[in-house]
Structure formats: structure tokens, C-alpha cells
């Protein structure tokens, strides 16, 4: 059989959806309070959306880094643009670019300033009211790590200060270009990345 471009096409068409059931297989059910692995990260299970399974990367992002260098908004954080470009190809790279499903975020401030408003994300940080609900699921950590809330805003004449978890796990403030917190990015995926198609 001569074998011209359409058929390495093909081939390649029915191995990458071989290969995609096979990687739906092994990772199996998510559980909330479970971990499990997604594109070479361990990620615990928070919640589950209609969308998909809320998670948070069970551990630390790489190095530790600012949240911006002037500006404790979420919206024009240089670290919500580089999480939903170069981390986010990680995933996307591997699972689909359907893989991670966008949400809303709400950057209500710890004093109840709606200044920010909300945003949508595909891999974003928990904000306060997520940290406090899922608490018991969340153990302490080694190091400081960030939230999206705002402590204040502008308007309470707060631009730079950012909410931040400590390593025995109480809320703190800092300020926003600080580079010695770590990131725990956070995200829905679809429920399509865990069903095969022998799935009733």
C-alpha cells in the first residue's frame, strides 16, 4: 500500500485520539480533598462546578515572585498575565485548549470595596472567601503565598497592598511588589478531560 499524506494523517488523527482516551483512563476521577496529576503538576481537587473540578496546584508555581510591581489589582497584575499565557500553555499544551474552562472572579477587597469589579480567568489565585470556604481541605504551607484580594483600593487610598496567607495559615497584608511569596494557581478543568468514551 503506498502510503502518501492522507494516510499519515489519518494515522496521526487516530493516535491522538487513542492516546488522549488512554490519558483519561489513567487519570481517573477526581475527589475533592484528592490529589491527582495533570500535565505533570499534583493538583488537589477543591470543588466540583457544573463546569468542571475546581482545583488549586498542590504546592508552589516555580520560584517565588511579585504580584505586580505598582498594583494590587488582579485585572493588570503582571502575575494574572503570566499565568494565563505561559502556565496556562502548559496545560493546554497537553490536555486541549478546551481543557480549562473560564470563571469569574470577584475582587472584592478584605474592607468591601467593589472598585476592581470582577474579571474572568482561566487560571487565576483564590481569593479570600474561597481560601475561608475551603480551609479544611487546605493545609498549612512552608512559605507566604498570595491571594487576589485586594486589601483596599485607590479609592481608601490602598493601590499596593495585597492579601496574603501565611505559612501557619492566617490572613496577612503586603505589599504587592514583594517577591518572596509563592503562587498556587488555581483553575476549573472540564469534565471532559476525565471522561472516555466508554464513560456511560
Not at 493516535?15 to 475527589?31: A, D, M, N, Q, R
Amino acid at each position: 500500500m503506498k502510503k502518501n499524506l492522507k494516510y499519515f494523517e489519518d494515522e496521526l488523527s487516530r493516535l491522538s485520539k487513542e492516546f488522549t482516551e488512554f490519558k483519561k483512563k489513567y487519570i481517573g476521577k477526581p475527589e475533592i480533598g484528592k490529589a491527582i496529576e495533570l500535565s505533570g503538576m499534583e493538583w488537589l481537587i477543591l470543588d466540583k462546578t457544573e463546569k468542571g473540578y475546581f482545583a488549586i496546584l498542590n504546592g508552589f508555581d516555580g520560584k517565588e515572585r511579585t504580584f505586580d510591581s505598582n498594583s494590587n489589582n488582579w485585572i493588570s497584575s503582571k502575575l494574572r498575565n503570566e499565568l494565563n499565557t505561559r502556565f496556562l500553555k502548559k496545560i493546554t499544551d497537553e490536555l486541549g485548549e478546551d481543557a480549562v474552562i473560564e470563571f469569574d472572579r470577584d475582587l472584592l477587597s478584605m474592607d468591601g470595596q467593589t472598585e476592581y469589579g470582577h474579571c474572568k480567568d482561566r487560571i487565576s489565585l483564590l481569593t479570600v472567601d474561597e481560601y475561608r470556604k475551603y480551609r479544611k481541605l487546605l493545609p498549612n504551607m512552608s512559605k507566604w503565598w498570595w491571594l487576589i484580594t485586594p486589601w483596599s483600593t485607590p479609592v481608601n487610598d490602598y493601590s499596593t497592598t495585597s492579601t496574603v496567607v501565611s505559612p501557619s495559615g492566617y490572613f496577612s497584608r503586603l505589599n504587592c511588589s514583594s517577591n518572596e511569596l509563592g503562587v498556587r494557581p488555581a483553575c476549573i478543568f472540564s469534565s471532559s478531560i476525565f471522561e472516555s468514551g466508554n464513560d456511560n
